[in-house]
């Protein structure tokens, strides 16, 4: 069985009433980035999940797990 990298991120964003448009500002990346991210078709680098993560004061598995 192939695994797969599921995100919360779009959950987690619109719990803290934040726009793609502003998170993206805050972790450095394109707002197509936290799209890509939200939809399932782009997997962060171990670096922005760290960076997302800490923004929002959580725990990296809170926003990523493996399916």
Do not use: W
Request: proline fraction near 3%; aromatic fraction near 8%.
């Amino acid at each position: 069985m192939k695994e797969k990298v599921e995100s919360k991120l779009h959950e987690v964003r619109l719990r803290a009433d934040i726009t793609q448009e502003r998170l993206s500002e805050k972790v450095g990346v394109s707002r197509q980035t936290i799209i890509a991210i939200e939809k399932g078709n782009y997997v962060p680098s171990v670096l922005l999940a760290l960076k997302l993560a800490h923004f929002f004061r959580v725990p990296v598995e809170e926003l990523f797990y493996l399916q």
